[in-house]
């Protein structure tokens, strides 16, 4: 290093991608200073949020894995949570589930790299024109380019902590 401060070398990245996409003053906030439950508990009530798959785009998630999990197969704790029992999760098709993480994996690498290069790219599975900067930069900082976008669009969503 150059005599500076880990922490503050380490957050330079972070910055200066919150600049590029001009991430709302609240959510830098959120991120710059975590709190004990985004540190550790990072959750995301769904219960509400899980919408069906509109009929007209069900055949493009036709190979995905149903994510219901019938109540009798999980197990009650005394504290009135429960959990899922080992292996439930994977008795489906692990074929199906490993295509799913490639193409996902493949899927953000593409971002990245467009954003990187600052080239707007519309597929049948993404437009990545909404997270373009206006400008070519690294990879490293176009992956937190990325990050820093979804993780506001969360925040619009799921609200800030209090």
């Known amino acids: 290093m150059s005599g500076r401060p880990v922490a ?3 957050r330079e990245p972070f910055h200066h991608a919150a600049d ?8 830098r906030l959120e991120l710059e200073e975590p709190d004990y439950e985004h540190t550790f508990h990072l959750t995301t009530p769904l219960q509400d949020r899980l ?14 894995l149903s994510s219901r999990i019938p109540n009798q197969a999980l ?3 005394p504290d009135g949570a429960y ?5 439930l999760l994977q008795r489906g098709a692990r074929n199906d589930m490993k295509a799913h993480i490639e193409r996902t994996i ?5 971002l990245v790299r467009d954003i990187a290069d600052d080239r707007r790219r519309v597929t049948p599975d993404y437009d990545s024109g909404r997270y ?19 993780i506001e669009a969360h925040y619009q969503i799921v609200g800030f902590s209090r």
């Open 132 to 150: 373009l900067v206006g400008q070519k930069m690294s990879a490293r900082l176009a992956a937190m380019v990325l990050a820093l976008k979804r």
């Open 20 to 27: 590029l996409v001009d991430l709302e003053p609240r959510v």
């Open 106 to 110: 493949r899927h953000n690498y593409r």
């Open 83 to 87: 959990i899922v029992p080992d292996g």
């Open 8 to 10: 503050k070398v380490t």
């Open 51 to 64: 919408l069906p798959v509109p009929e007209a785009r069900s055949d493009r998630y036709a190979g995905l």
């Open 75 to 77: 197990i009650a704790l």
